[in-house]
């Protein structure tokens, strides 16, 4: 069976990779924040470490890879101290479920925790045709029984090499005031993002 690799381009500053593949990728990425320069990283480290072990295992529930975390350079003042995330998905589905307006049609169906319509359009991609969503969403109950809100815009690439399968780049984020930047910065990288073969990765190499 031919595996399938994705890879898009992680921001600078920011932006940090997640390796998914060895159980302490929470704290790799913590590693890397503490040696950042400035005073105070390795609290900020060990402040920030919480969620990332959350979203490391979150992520690997989902079978999620590549995975990249943004932790500002400069700390915000209020959790979540991890406020976006990216990462791709990838399944096997029927030639029917690679039709775009099948696709369009089930993206835009309603959810019992989706805020309002979302925005759904279908763009070129390099890694092939791609149903773009964009919409708000009540996220999980917090300890304190409030259920958040977050943005989140969804890529469902359909790479022509790959006819048995779909892949997901997904960015959510927590912080409304990110607003319309990160939704350009999710668009740039979703632009990055390519698929291809193990086997052509290998013939390349």
Known sequence: MTRWISQFDCPANDWLP?????????????????????EGVRDYAEAVYPELKVIWENMRERQAAPVAVCVPVIPRSARP??????????????????????????????????LGKPDVSV???PAGPTCRV????????????????????????????????????????????????????????????????DETTNDSA
């Not at 964009?134 to 989140?152: A, P």
Request: aromatic share 6%; charged share 25%; hydrophobic share 40%.
């Open 81 to 114: 101290l991890v406020p976006a995330s990216a990462y791709v998905q990838g399944w096997r589905c029927t030639p029917e479920d690679r039709v775009m307006e099948t696709l369009t049609d089930l993206v835009s169906q309603p959810k019992h925790h989706r």
């Open 134 to 197: 964009q919409e708000v969403l009540l996220n999980d109950v917090g300890d304190d029984g409030r259920r958040f809100i977050i943005e989140q815009i969804d890529h469902f690439v359909l790479p022509p090499a790959c006819q048995e399968g779909m892949f997901k780049f997904t960015i959510p984020w927590s912080d409304p005031t990110l607003g319309p930047g990160i939704s350009h910065l999710a668009d740039e990288m979703a632009f990055s993002l390519s698929i291809c073969s």
């Open 18 to 38: 997640m390796v998914m593949g060895t159980p302490d990728g929470a704290e790799h990425v913590a590693r890397q924040v503490a040696d950042r320069e400035g």
């Open 123 to 125: 763009v070129e991609l």
